[in-house]
């Protein structure tokens, strides 16, 4: 029965997904036009802005999370098995030319993410713990829709905080029992434990928690890729021309496969780095700053270091082995890349990186699904109690996504992911006029030396929708 829906299902996925990846790069395209390529002009602005200590708008007594905490909650929810296995899955269906059209796709796409943050931070509510927004939030108050609202933050609780996590707690398992054979049992339970422990501190803990992990797990592979690319160096330039013929037909191999290279680099690209599905923004939202464009750009970087920089990380170590078309996918041929570079330790060494790629992704994926259902339970007075077993239920599912063989679930993975792309993408593309202006606002503030601002009277039709901003 299980494997008859994941078959019915992954049919409909094929289709609904390519006209995803379609729709998404046309995004990118026009967004990028109308930006004036924001995600290459302000560059030097992103770096700026994640190292600087940004005043905001809250009082001081008031719990606030930073800009760099909330681009490191959506950073952890990015970086995670995708990374890992979904680069290796790519490079095996769509060739090495597949890492090429996933460069490119972030390239493009990242403006996607500018767009739909700037408006997250525009439209914003204020909650206990911190602010609160997501393609919810500005679908309700910008587009006054909350039908619509609601098929998107029930897709996001199914897919990131439900489903995702699943996967993620699988990958971490299985990672860990080849390895270092512990048994999958213990694992279930250890991750289950530290899951909860985590998340029952809400969003401050996940903050802190995240600010600490993803620049360590990051740097941590960087510095693994780095030493493998520089006692490989002298195989660096072929492997790049490797990778453009590929991309393009011009590698006889790879001839006939250009369109899986191109389709396989966009989708493993989307799935790992999230431009434009609409869940970077419910991380954004949060964050207290002084302009909405601060944490667009902000979280335009997370695109880059996650895609251009760990991915290719990944792809650098899978190509310089050689081993790319050994017949091995997904995290086995990613461990098998790493054991040739530097003997047995290396698949200790993946399993330790998935588990911290993987873990954080729990804990970002699962605040995705908290705003979401803080949102669907506005008002009630049964609000606490929905949350309390969203997290025992969050439990529950990383103990059995631990254990059990999971084909149905990564199915379902799709499928709400494609549900919330679009429905999050007709917001953007109807809303993105105002963070466009509000862009506009922050370009003349900077080029007339001020460190922007702004004001809800800038925008003076949507008022009345930022409550979070003075006038």
């Not at 995240?210 to 941590?220: D, G, K, Q, R, T």
């Not at 389709?263 to 991380?283: D, V």
Request: glycine share 8%; aromatic share 12%.
């Amino acid at each position: 029965m299980q494997k008859t829906v994941a078959d019915f299902l992954n049919r409909i996925n094929t289709p609904m997904a390519t006209l995803m990846v379609i729709v998404l790069l046309a995004a990118g395209i026009w967004f990028t036009f109308k930006t004036k390529g924001v995600q290459f002009t302000m560059l030097g602005e992103m770096f700026r802005l994640l190292f600087k200590r940004d005043k905001g708008k809250q009082n001081k007594e008031e719990k606030r999370v930073s800009a760099f905490a909330a681009f490191m909650i959506s950073l952890a929810s990015r970086v995670g098995t995708g990374n890992l296995a979904g680069v290796a899955t790519a490079i095996v269906i769509g060739g090495p030319g597949a890492i090429f059209w996933m460069w490119v796709m972030a390239l493009i796409g990242s403006v996607n993410t500018f767009i739909e943050c700037t408006l997250a931070q525009l439209f914003k509510v204020k909650g206990k713990e911190s602010f609160l927004g997501g393609p919810a939030y500005y679908i309700t108050k910008g587009l006054h829709k909350r039908w619509f609202a609601v098929i998107f933050a029930v897709a996001i609780i199914a897919q990131f905080g439900l489903t995702n996590n699943m996967v993620q707690a699988n990958t971490i398992s299985s990672a860990f029992t080849e390895a270092f054979t512990v048994s999958p049992t213990v694992m279930a339970v250890a991750l289950c434990v530290l899951s909860l422990v985590v998340v029952f501190g809400g969003i401050q803990r996940i903050a802190k928690v995240c600010s600490y992990i993803v620049p360590f797990m990051a740097l941590a592979y960087l510095c693994i890729a780095v030493w493998v690319i520089v006692t490989n160096i002298t195989a660096v330039p072929h492997i790049l021309s490797l990778i453009v013929r590929s991309a393009f037909g011009f590698e006889q191999a790879a001839g006939g496969v250009v369109g899986m290279a191109i389709l396989m680099g966009f989708k493993r690209g989307i799935f790992s780095n999230e431009a434009g599905e609409g869940s970077a923004p419910n991380a954004a939202a949060t964050a207290d700053v002084s302009h909405p464009v601060k944490q667009g750009l902000i979280q335009t970087l997370g695109v880059f270091t996650d895609t251009l920089l760990v991915c290719s990380c990944t792809a650098f170590i899978i190509m310089c082995s050689g081993l790319y078309d050994c017949g091995a996918n997904g995290i086995e041929l990613t461990q098998l890349a790493m054991t040739h570079h530097i003997g047995p330790a290396g698949k200790y060494i993946i399993a330790i990186c998935i588990f911290f790629f993987a873990f954080s992704s729990i804990i970002g994926n699962y605040y995705y699904g908290e705003c979401n259902l803080m949102f669907l339970c506005k008002g009630s007075r049964n609000s606490k109690k929905v949350i309390q077993i969203y997290r025992i239920v969050l439990g529950l599912l990383i103990f059995l996504g631990s254990l059990m063989t999971i084909d149905i679930v990564w199915a379902l993975v799709d499928f709400f992911m494609v549900i919330m792309t679009v429905v999050n993408l007709i917001a953007i593309f109807l809303l993105g006029k105002y963070a466009i202006k509000l862009l506009e606002d922050y370009r003349s503030q900077r080029k007339a030396g001020k460190e922007p601002e702004y004001h809800s009277s800038t925008i003076p039709e949507i008022s009345a929708e930022t409550e979070c901003w003075d006038d």
